[in-house]
């Protein structure tokens, strides 16, 4: 069964850094783009970057872009996201998900991430 497991959250000062990862596994993990979303509270969920099977396109919110940096280990399965320069407006809950059209309604638990002084 599909499986994206999201980690690395947590609270940080603006101006600082986290990594997040996701832990996929259920299916073919290199045969698909993988896409970081994000949802803020009272607020829709926004795509926050995508990285394409092999890594090498990428494509980010313009709210995030240069500060950043979305990438993957097919090797290992898994996808990061690196922040930063975090701002308040980047708290949280960050979710990854799969291009599997079969997983497209699977969600994770997602990772919380807080900036706050």
């Known amino acids: 069964q599909v499986q994206l497991v999201e980690s690395g959250g947590g609270l940080v000062q603006p101006g600082g850094s986290l990594r997040l990862s996701c832990a996929a596994s259920?299916?073919?993990?290199?045969?698909?783009?993988m896409t970081w979303y994000r949802q803020a509270p009272g607020k829709e969920r926004e795509l926050v970057a995508r990285?394409?099977?092999?890594?090498?396109?990428?494509n980010y919110a313009g709210s995030v872009k240069g500060r950043f940096t979305i990438s993957r280990d097919n090797a290992k399965s898994t996808v990061y996201l690196q922040m930063n320069s975090l701002k308040p407006d980047d708290t949280a809950v960050y979710y990854c998900?799969?291009?599997?059209?079969?997983?497209?309604?699977?969600w994770g638990q997602g990772t919380q991430v807080t900036v706050s002084s």
């Open positions: 998900h799969t291009h599997w059209f079969t997983a497209r309604d699977y």
């Open positions: 259920g299916f073919i993990f290199e045969s698909y783009a």
């Open positions: 990285i394409s099977p092999s890594g090498g396109s990428t």
